[in-house]
């Protein structure tokens, strides 16, 4: 009784505290509210594939030429462990840096712009959220400097 009485006023106090914020760390990571590696090979899967046939990018002879040298199953594989990277996810990618991969292809602002749209018909088409898609696209914007060669 005593102690209860002693302690009494430490236990108000922290019942009139505001709960703590959630801490950022335990909001799922975007690799986790994906689906994980499984969820993102499917996606890779599909968007690699409407990549690969895209009329108006092989219009593009280097790009045409590095299907060669980079077989579509290879760059899926790649994409998909370097998206789970970048998602963090408990992948590491060992390929090649984003400039050395794409410096050669000649890639412009408007095939840039053809493979966003092919990306976000991937997106729809898989039913992946609106708040994840707008991460996944922050992630692809962020290697632009390096692929995006001319105008
Ligand atoms: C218009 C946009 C893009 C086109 C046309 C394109 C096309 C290609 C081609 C043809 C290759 C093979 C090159 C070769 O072997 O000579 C390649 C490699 C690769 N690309 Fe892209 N790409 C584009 C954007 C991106 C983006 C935005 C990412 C990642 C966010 C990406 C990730 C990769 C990876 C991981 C590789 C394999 C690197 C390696 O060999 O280790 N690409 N890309």
Not at 120 to 144: G, M, N
Request: with cysteine.
């Amino acid at each position: 009784m005593k102690y209860l009485r002693a302690s009494l006023p430490i236990i108000i106090v922290m019942l009139l505290l505001p709960a703590p914020a959630v801490a950022e760390d335990e909001k799922p990571s975007l690799y986790e509210r994906l689906g994980g590696l499984k969820a993102i090979s499917m996606v890779v899967d599909d968007f690699v594939d409407r990549l690969s046939t895209n009329d108006a990018l092989n219009a593009n002879p280097a790009i045409a030429a590095g299907r060669d040298t980079s077989p579509a199953p290879y760059l899926k594989v790649q994409l998909s462990v370097m998206v789970c990277e970048a998602a963090g996810g408990p992948c590491q990618y060992t390929g090649l840096a984003m400039k050395e991969s794409h410096a050669h292809l000649n890639i412009t602002a408007s095939e840039w712009q053809t493979m966003l749209d092919l990306f976000k018909t991937t997106l729809d088409k898989s039913s992946v959220p609106e708040a994840e898609q707008k991460e996944l696209f922050a992630i692809v914007e962020s290697t632009k400097a390096d692929i995006v060669m001319m105008e």
